[in-house]
C-alpha cells in the first residue's frame, strides 16, 4: 500500500472527473436523439454545452495550478452511461424511455454533484483558492441541470408514462 498525498488524491479525483465529463459530451447527443420531449431534448443540448464548458474549467485550472492530470477512465460513469444505453436499445421512442432517460441523466448529476463536491473540499483544504472557485461553478450548473430534470419530470412526462403502463 502506498502512502499518498491530498494533493495526490485531488489529481486522482480531478483526472476521474475529466474522463466523466468527456464520456458524458458523447453520451448526451445520443440520449438528445433518444428523447421525444423536445424540453428535454433541448435540455440535453443545453447541458452538453455546459458540459464542454466544464472540460475547459479543468484544463484552465491544470494550467493555472501546474497540476498534472493522469490518463484514466472513469469506471463508474462508464456503468451511468453503459445503463443509459441499454434503456434506449430495450425501450421505444416515447414517454416511458423519456422517464427512463430523466433518470439516467439525473444518475449522472448526482455522482458529479457528489464528485465536485468532495474536489472542492479538498481544494480548500490545500489551499487552491482559484481552483474551488472553478469547481464550484460548474457544480452550481451540475445541481440546477437535476434540478431542470426534476421539473422536467414533474411536469407530466413520468405521469403519464405512469397512467399508460
Ligand atoms: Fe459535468
Ligand atoms: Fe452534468
Avoid: W
Wanted: some cysteine.
Amino acid at each position: 500500500m502506498a502512502r499518498k498525498t491530498i494533493e495526490d488524491l485531488f489529481i486522482h479525483e480531478l483526472s476521474d472527473m475529466y474522463s466523466a465529463e468527456k464520456q458524458i459530451t458523447k453520451a448526451l447527443p445520443r440520449m438528445a436523439r433518444a428523447a421525444t420531449n423536445p424540453i428535454l431534448v433541448e435540455a440535453f443540448k443545453a447541458h452538453l454545452e455546459e458540459t464542454q464548458g466544464q472540460i475547459e474549467r479543468i484544463d484552465q485550472l491544470v494550467e493555472a495550478s501546474g497540476l498534472k492530470l493522469k490518463r484514466m477512465k472513469c469506471v463508474a460513469m462508464e456503468g451511468l452511461v453503459e445503463e443509459s444505453k441499454e434503456l434506449i436499445e430495450e425501450i421505444e421512442k416515447g414517454e416511458v424511455l423519456d422517464a427512463g432517460l430523466i433518470g439516467a441523466a439525473q444518475k449522472v448529476e448526482h455522482y458529479e454533484i457528489a464528485s465536485y463536491g468532495t474536489l472542492i473540499s479538498m481544494a480548500k483544504f490545500m489551499g487552491l483558492k482559484d481552483a474551488a472557485r472553478l469547481l464550484g461553478d460548474t457544480l452550481k450548473e451540475e445541481k440546477a441541470t437535476d434540478e431542470k430534470l426534476s421539473a422536467i419530470a414533474e411536469q407530466g412526462g413520468n405521469q403519464a408514462a405512469t397512467l399508460k403502463s
